[in-house]
Each structure stands twice: as C-alpha cells, then as structure tokens.
C-alpha cells in the first residue's frame, strides 16, 4: 500500500480508525483535478471517540503528571521530525491546496517548525503570581490548562494555522481534537501520526477529517470539549459562536479580513508597489490578512495602478511543483467559481478591469485564476467589500490621511492593514487610528510565533501565536486562598 492508502484516515488515540459509518470523501489536487486520495470521513460518533480519547488523555497520570520540562521536549522532538519530513509535508500541502512548492515548503513548514519550537520554550515557564491582599492570607494563582481543546481550521495554511492552535494547546498541558478543512486534509493527518512518533501519549492529540457542518458541529457543540479556537470565515465563525453558548466553552475566532493596504505619496512607491501586489497576490490571495483594498493617494494613483499591473503580469501561473511558478492554482472548483463571480461583479458594478480577470488552466486542467487588478474602485463596490479569498486587488483613491483612515475603517472587518509613507509620524498615527489587528508599516504580510496575530471587529476576537495570547487562550487562572494564622 501506498502512504497515502494509509495515511488517509482518523488518527484517534495513536491509532488509524475507519470512520463508523465506512464514509469516505475525495481530496481533490486543484491543479490537476486528479483525486489525491479518499479520506476517511468522521461524523458525531466518531468525533465522540476522539473526544472521550482527549478526556481520558487529559485525566491520565501520563499527561497530567508529566512535567512542563518533559512537555517542553516533546514539543521540540516534534518540531524536529516536522523538519525531518518536511519535503514529503511540503508536497502533500501543495497536493492538497494547490499553492507552489516553495511555499508550502521553505514559507509555511519553516513557520510550522518555529512555531513548535516557540511553544515548546512556553511549556517549562508557565507560571501564576503571588498576590498580595488584605488580612492574614497567603493568596496565589496557577496557570491551568483549560481542557479538551477543538481546534478547527481553514485550507488556505493547513499545517500552518493547525501549528498555530495545536503547540500553544499543547505546550499549556491541554489535549487537543484538530479538525482539519475537507478540501486540505492530509498534512493535519500527518501532523498527529509525527506526535505520536515524537512521544505524546494516546489522546493528547487526535485528527478527525470530515466536514464542518457534520465533525466541525459535532465537535462544537461536544459537552465534553473545553473550548474551540476556530479559523475561518465571519459566517462559519458567528454559527461556532452560537453553537458554543449552549456549553458555555471558551471560544476564540480568527475570521476574514478586507486588510486595507494604504500607499501615501511620500511613501518609496516602487517598494509600496512590490509590497502590495505581494500582500494581495501571495498564497493566490487565499490569506486571512490578504491585502485586497489598496488605497493609494491620488497623485501617485496613475503610477500605482500601472506598476500593479505590471506585477500582475510576472505572476506566472504553472505546475505549482514546478520552480518558476508565482501564483498556484485556487483551491476548489468551488472557490474559482466564487472568485470568478466577484471578477464579474466587479465589471459590472463599473470598476475597471485593468489586469487579469480570465480562469486559467495549465494542459488544460486545474482552476487557476489570474492576478487581477480592478482599478476606479469605490468603497462601496461589493469587491471593496466583501473577502473574495482570490488574487483580485481592488485599487480605491484618497485625498488625505484622514480620508485614507475612512476609507480604511470602512469595512466590517479588521484583520490586517498596512501603511506605505516616509513621514514616521504620519505612519504612527494612521497605524493607530486603522481598526485592525495587525498593523505593518513599509512593509507586509510579517509573521512571526511571537508576535500575536487576529481580529477587531468581525475579524474576531483572540489572539494566535505570542506569549500572552497562548496564556489568554490556553490556559485558566486558579486563584487559591489560605488563612496564615492558627
Ligand atoms: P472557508 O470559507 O475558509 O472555507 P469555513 O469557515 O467554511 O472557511 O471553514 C473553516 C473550517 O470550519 C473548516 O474546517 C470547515 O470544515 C469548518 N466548518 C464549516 N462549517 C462549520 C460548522 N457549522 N461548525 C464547525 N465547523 C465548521
């Protein structure tokens, strides 16, 4: 048997499980349209396995017992065998999710070790406080994991935001239950057979491929899961929110994003422009903090859009194994057909199409999209408007600083944005009046596992990644008591 007719089914308490119901679904390569593999397709009672496994791995003396410093290990352990495969990890994830090559490999892998091993320093150095307060009392806290943690993500960074959730989960003594996206589940699959060849004990990390409306929910509405840190879009997110009230678990939201992108015309506009057409057409544009709306002030407007469409241009669509390959292909039929209707909209609410805009194919397969960029956007198109999750860059012209920040806040979400001038005062006070999450200044699309990254507004609410948000989200504070006299 191949890997792949192996690996391509629950992995619940280190072991491969069929789902009970014997369902499978197809993962699909979006560059040749070609069936990866079937995978093993989990619904309630199967999500209900992989939660009694977390809780028992939660209570044992295994995991429980187990000492922040030996956690710490494990973790680090992992991060090595992640970089020990991480050809094969890369290639699975471009399989899946039809991004290049190099991205998978040397952008999202390098991430996923770092993250691993960022958290893996967290485990042995989670502390509480003594706290000084009235009377004769000796008062303290202790950091507690919160429980069984469901952790279900999107497919635009599988391994990468699966990373994200999993290691701060797991480095704060948490058990985890990841529900990877239908369309990119396979390196998640992976992902837990590696834990438990680093050393994790059974239970401590189970990945249940399967659906959102089915798994997902399962997963959400479970008494038994402490609580949900969820990736993806504003619509699924408010569902995972409603769902969650009815056992009151701690949730945390990454949602989508219309991350405005604002070139002043003291900014170094040769390097605006580079930064912009990467921050909208890097990952195809299927990246949470994409920037979609580049806001440009008018008297650089004409040479903006000009130098956009010439980036456009030398975004090679290709094999996206192959080397030279810029831009992938989008993930699903499902979601070319979702960008290809905001391309239409867009014309036909009188935006002008000034580069790309045509579905691809490379011999004649896979759904590729054009880089695209719409210039004469008005705010209040529905492309200037609404997460297209594709290559398409939507080019809005202002007057002055306080119209760029209009502009800018004029959208429900608030992810990301990013700010292009030579004037530090004015990129300190535009950064600080744009309502998001992250905020990079002459520069774009930064990440790092220190630094916490998620939403205002409908963007969400909770943090990924850094010290505090792991603490924040991960953990619970347990304040104790005792009388000192007598
Ligand atoms: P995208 O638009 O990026 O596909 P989704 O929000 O649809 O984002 O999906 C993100 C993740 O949420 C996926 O793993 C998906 O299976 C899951 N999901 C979708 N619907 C639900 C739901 N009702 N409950 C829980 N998870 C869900």
């Keep these: 048997m191949s890997d792949l007719e192996i690996r391509n089914r629950l992995w619940i308490h280190n072991e491969w499980r069929d789902a009970h119901s014997g369902r499978r679904f197809p993962t699909v390569n979006p560059a040749t349209e070609e069936v990866i593999t079937t995978v093993s397709e989990?619904?309630?009672a199967d999500i209900g396995d992989a939660v009694a496994s977390a809780s028992e791995a939660f209570r044992s003396k295994a995991w429980r017992r187990m000492s922040a410093h030996r956690r710490s290990q494990l973790l680090w352990r992992l991060a090595d065998l992640i970089e020990a495969n991480a050809d094969e990890l890369g290639r699975l994830e471009t399989m899946d999710n039809g991004k290049p090559y190099f991205e998978s490999r040397k952008v999202d892998l390098t991430s996923v070790i770092e993250t691993f091993r960022y958290f893996a320093?967290?485990?042995?150095?989670i502390q509480g406080e003594t706290i000084p307060v009235s009377g004769p009392f000796l008062n303290y806290t202790l950091r507690e994991p919160v429980g069984v943690v469901g952790c279900i993500v999107p497919w635009n960074f599988p391994l990468n935001l699966a990373s994200w959730k999993v290691a701060p989960a797991l480095a704060c003594g948490n058990t985890v239950v990841l529900k990877p996206a239908e369309q990119t589940p396979l390196t998640a699959i992976r992902l837990g057979e590696l834990a438990a060849e680093a050393g994790f004990p059974p239970g401590v990390l189970n990945v249940v491929p399967g659906f959102g409306e089915t798994a997902g929910a399962a997963l959400v509405?479970?008494?038994?899961v402490d609580a949900?840190?969820?990736?993806?879009?504003?619509?699924?997110?408010?569902?995972v929110m409603r769902e969650a009230a009815g056992t009151l678990k701690k949730v945390s939201l990454e949602l989508g994003g219309k991350?405005?992108?604002v070139i002043f015309a003291?900014?170094?506009?040769?390097?605006?422009?580079?930064?912009?057409?990467?921050g909208i057409y890097y990952g195809k544009g299927e990246v949470c903090a994409a920037g979609s709306r580049i806001l440009v002030e008018r008297s650089v407007y004409d040479e903006v859009v000009e130098g956009l469409v010439g980036r456009a241009g030398k975004m090679t669509i290709g094999d996206p194994m192959t080397d030279g390959t810029r831009l992938g292909a989008v993930v699903s039929e499902q979601q070319l057909d979702r960008v290809m209707n905001y391309i239409r909209l867009g014309v036909e609410e009188g935006a002008t199409l000034a580069a790309g805009g045509e579905r691809r194919t490379v011999d004649g397969k896979g759904y590729f999209v054009e880089a695209t960029v719409f210039s004469d956007v008005d705010s209040q198109m529905t492309i200037a408007q609404e997460e297209?999750?594709?290559?398409?860059?939507a080019v809005i012209p202002f007057d002055d600083a306080d119209h760029a920040i209009e502009i800018a806040n004029d959208t429900i979400f608030g992810l990301a944005a990013g700010v292009w001038t030579r004037d530090i005062g004015k990129a300190h006070r535009v950064a600080g009046e744009i309502k998001a999450g992250t905020v990079w200044i002459n520069t774009y699309n930064q990440y790092d596992a220190a630094a916490p990254f998620g939403g205002y507004k409908s963007s969400g609410f909770g943090r990924d990644l850094g010290l505090q948000s792991a603490l924040d989200k991960y953990t619970q504070t347990k304040c104790v008591w005792v009388p000192l006299d007598g």
Excluded: C, Q, W, Y
């Excluded at 003291?266 to 990467?278: H, K, L, N, T």
């Excluded at 297209?388 to 860059?393: E, K, L, S, T, W």
């Design 42 to 44: 989990a619904g309630e």
């Design 121 to 125: 320093g967290l485990a042995d150095k």
């Design 221 to 224: 509405r479970h008494p038994d």
């Design 228 to 239: 949900i840190s969820f990736t993806g879009s504003v619509e699924v997110g408010r569902t």
């Design 259 to 261: 991350s405005p992108n």
């Design 266 to 278: 003291d900014a170094d506009v040769p390097a605006a422009i580079r930064g912009a057409a990467m």
């Design 388 to 393: 297209i999750f594709g290559p398409v860059a």
